[in-house]
């Protein structure tokens, strides 16, 4: 089992984040962005920056060449689906996409949306996770909550036009 500490600061003690997630033992802030047959699109419930989305494929696997045909079509419809929503919607100019295979979780990838106030970290790949760490340490507080939740709100109309 581990920990894993949410956005909101509970801490969940779960085999697997992303089986949790899928399966609904663990509800993600603003509940689940976008779902395929193959893959489940929610905020990132660490962080709460908003429009920041992972992508989790709902096999528990860990690689990109362990997804058949059918799941890699579907994996580029929906990041591209995602990202458009991202940018129409919610007015995000620039992502970041994260994808390691030494997770403990499910497949996934995370859609790190830039703006301009994490350019004070930098603008490289190693500014994340000061940005991360801040969101998380210092815009925890109920207007940035709010904020996050109406962009999900957002995207979920966006997502199912």
Same mark, same amino acid.
């Given at each position: 089992m581990r920990?894993?500490?949410l956005s909101n600061g509970?801490?969940?003690?779960?085999?697997?984040? &992303?089986?949790?997630? $899928?399966?609904? *033992?663990? %509800?993600p802030d603003g509940g689940v962005v976008y779902?395929?047959?193959?893959?489940?699109?929610?905020?990132?419930?660490?962080y709460p920056i908003k429009g920041l989305i992972i992508v989790? &494929?709902?096999?528990? $696997?860990?690689? *990109?060449? %362990?997804?058949?045909e059918a799941e890699k079509t579907d994996?580029?419809?929906?990041?591209?689906k995602i990202r458009k929503a991202q940018r129409?919607?919610?007015?995000?100019?620039?992502?970041?996409?994260?994808y390691n295979e030494d997770t403990?979780?499910?497949?996934?990838?995370?859609?790190?949306p830039r703006y301009e106030w994490m350019y004070q970290f930098g603008r490289s790949v190693e500014s994340v996770r000061p940005?991360?760490?801040?969101?998380?340490n210092e815009m925890n507080h109920d207007e940035n909550l709010q904020e996050v939740m109406e962009a999900i709100k957002q995207l979920k109309i966006g997502l199912n036009k």
């Open positions: 920990k894993i500490t509970n801490t969940v003690e779960v085999e697997c984040l &992303s089986c949790a997630l $899928i399966s609904g *033992l663990i %509800e779902e395929t047959e193959y893959f489940h699109a929610h905020q990132d419930v660490a989790a &494929s709902k096999r528990h $696997i860990t690689c *990109l060449d %362990e997804l058949t994996y580029i419809n929906i990041l591209s129409e919607v919610l007015g995000i100019g620039h992502v970041y996409y994260f403990t979780h499910h497949f996934h990838i995370w859609m790190v940005v991360l760490l801040h969101a998380r």
